[in-house]
């Protein structure tokens, strides 16, 4: 009688197992969704950072959205030029020409330089005093409380003596120090040039209000729209704009800057030997590059 019921129990589970292999089977012919096969290739050729410096929210997104035709190869900033060209022969298409686009900062003032700055003893993050009423006089500056340094996922920008500095050597151009910004004076710019022109301060105020409330602002003098059409004054500061910026139709770059006699016109990227002779013996100001327009205008905040 046990023999019997060993049997009928291993006979009613290889009939289950039958049974549910044939409806798996079936389901797998019916349910199945077709995979595009050059969708693992372009897998497999991104760099998988998950960053979403492509507008994307992941790598595969990103992918299926290649594969789909819907977005350009050239998106993806960590992989660069050679992921690319990586995508395009796997796709058969071509690579239009394209701008990296890197972070800048539109503030060159440190906390030295920054008057008017309370003892403010808040939460430590940009977001939390930038709706705090009077942590520092500039409504435009950086807070300097490292949301975008904490933001990076590559250690490209860092926090010294209170403005964020980016490391271009790092950086990769994902954009979460931009979104991270509460006050939106990190945007990202196409770099046509090793070497790019740059306003380094986002004060739309007159002069005389900007040197209430820091040392080295910009007092829109005008003096770089005397020296070339390709300043602009929007609300007392010079603007730049990269769409129609032509670094082989410029005047020498040092030129404008010497111009500017807050210093605020600061030219940045990857010196020539001749630049670095000019300076060897100076302290570089650390600023990096603006944007042809500022966006602290559009920020929510208060102070």
């Known amino acids: 009688m046990t023999v019997i019921t060993i049997i009928l129990a291993c006979g009613t589970m290889l009939l289950l197992a039958v049974l549910a292999a044939y409806a798996l089977g079936w389901a797998d012919r019916v349910f199945r969704v077709p995979v595009d096969p ?116 590559f250690d490209a920008i860092h926090i010294i003596n209170g403005l964020a500095v980016v490391d271009y050597e790092k950086c990769v151009g994902c954009g979460a120090c931009e979104r991270a910004c509460p006050r939106h004076i990190i945007s990202m710019v196409p770099f046509k040039a090793e070497r790019m022109l740059v306003v380094a301060c986002s004060n739309k105020d007159a002069g005389r209000d900007v040197r209430a409330v820091c040392k080295v602002g910009c007092i829109g003098c005008r003096a770089c729209q005397r020296a070339s059409d390709l300043f602009q004054m929007t609300e007392h500061l010079p603007t730049i704009d990269y769409d129609s910026y032509d670094p082989d139709k410029m005047p020498d770059l040092n030129v404008l800057v010497a111009r500017c006699p807050m210093k605020r016109i600061v030219a940045v990227g990857k010196p020539s030997e001749k630049d670095l002779a000019a300076v060897k013996d100076q302290e570089l100001p650390g600023v990096v590059m603006g944007e042809f327009r500022t966006t602290a205008d559009e920020a929510e905040w208060r102070g």
């Open 38 to 153: 050059r969708m693992e290739a372009v897998l497999a050729a991104l760099p998988g950072a998950n960053c979403g410096g492509c507008g994307y929210v992941g790598c595969s997104e990103y992918a299926a959205a290649v594969v789909a035709g819907s977005v350009e190869v050239s998106k993806c900033t960590v992989g660069g030029v050679s992921c690319a060209a990586a995508l395009a022969r796997i796709l058969g298409v071509e690579v239009k020409p394209a701008w990296p686009y890197r972070p800048v900062l539109h503030c060159g003032a440190t906390y030295a330089q920054r008057l008017k700055r309370a003892d403010y003893r808040g939460e430590r993050t940009c977001a939390a005093a930038n709706v705090i009423s009077g942590v520092q006089g500039c409504a435009y500056g950086c807070l300097g409380f490292s949301d975008c340094q904490l933001a990076c996922d």
